[in-house]
């Protein structure tokens, strides 16, 4: 694999639900997220020998300018207001003293960790993906045989279903089993399971359908497949809308009262769902290294933490 992406806040969150919180510092702190990461980490660098990966990060999860078009945007998950700098999103408190610790091991380890300020994640993902794709003519199509996806991008963020392109060679490793047996979401998955056949359909089909988990109300009374069979029968979002305004046959009375009435909402969210493509990005290596980059700090850490054997994993990893 030329490049894998990691949704690390998607990961670090899984790793701090998923292992026992019997895993602690030698002064007792919980570093079960840590460990999980770079157990994570260890095992994908292992499977997929990727040549470069790079630990997306989340300088802003809840961007200003999603807020200001959709003012619910994951407001339910916001722990405190703030007018200095990003608002604090609400986690255990037992996760948010991890983080610092996620940030010193992977720079002392020497993996990239990359963020955007005002950005999320998922579009410093969406704007190395779009890099990615320009500057190369992509891969094997995921699932056709072959070396499979040349970008793979490892997140529980459905949301990220927008950047599967088989013709670039770019699929989702999505952990629904966990990150060692991964759904690989290529068109063909999109197509069987949401009967969209590209990640743009899926963008738009997230429009119509709405998504509580982020606060997107989305249009009443159209769900999943009947966003999915309106988009089929009119291939984009604004076809649909222009056959509703119209009163086209394919388009139910009701459907057409219910877009009418979410005409504001359907005005916005299109860019409030769609990834960004073109976050600023400062230079970066990713290179996957393979030694640490601070072996004299990464030993501090690995002591201080307690944290020898994932280390060690994430060490053998690159070394091999």
């Not at 793979?152 to 990150?179: H, K, N, S």
């Amino acid at each position: 694999m030329r490049l894998l992406l990691l949704d690390t806040a998607s990961l670090y969150f899984r790793a701090f639900f998923g292992m026992p919180d019997s895993l602690r510092s030698p002064q007792g702190e919980p570093v079960n997220a840590v460990r999980g990461l770079l157990d994570m980490i260890a095992f994908l660098v292992t499977e997929h020998r990727p040549d470069r990966l790079v630990a997306c990060w989340d300088d802003d999860w809840r961007p200003a300018f999603r807020v200001e078009a959709i003012g619910s945007y994951k407001e339910h998950r916001v722990a405190e207001l703030r007018a200095d700098g990003p608002d604090v999103e609400e986690m255990p408190e037992d996760l948010r003293a991890q983080v610092p610790v996620i940030v010193e091991v992977l720079a002392a380890l020497g993996l990239a960790r990359v963020g955007s300020p005002g950005y999320e994640a998922d579009d410093v993902i969406g704007t190395l993906v779009a890099r990615e794709v320009a500057g190369h003519d992509g891969g094997t199509p995921a699932g056709q045989g072959g070396p499979g996806p040349q970008v793979g991008i490892v997140t529980g963020d459905r949301d990220l279903f927008q950047l599967v392109d088989d013709a670039a060679g770019v699929a989702v490793l999505y952990p629904a089993r966990g990150v060692r047996d991964p759904d690989v979401v290529d068109q063909a998955r999109l197509a069987e399971k949401y009967g969209v056949p590209t990640g743009s359909a899926y963008a738009e089909m997230a429009v119509l359908r709405g998504d509580p988990s982020d606060g997107l109300p989305g249009v009443a009374g159209i769900g999943e497949k009947t966003a999915a069979k309106l988009l089929a029968a009119f291939g984009t979002l604004d076809r649909v809308l222009e056959a509703a305004a119209a009163e086209e046959k394919g388009v139910t009375p009701s459907q057409r009262t219910r877009i009418a009435a979410a005409a504001d909402y359907l005005a916005v969210a299109p860019a409030v769902v769609r990834v960004a493509d073109d976050a600023p990005i400062a230079p970066f290596d990713d290179a996957l290294p393979s030694a640490p980059a601070d072996p004299a700090a990464l030993e501090a850490l690995v002591e201080r933490w307690g944290i020898r054997s994932s280390v060690d994993r994430v060490l053998k990893a690159l070394a091999g």
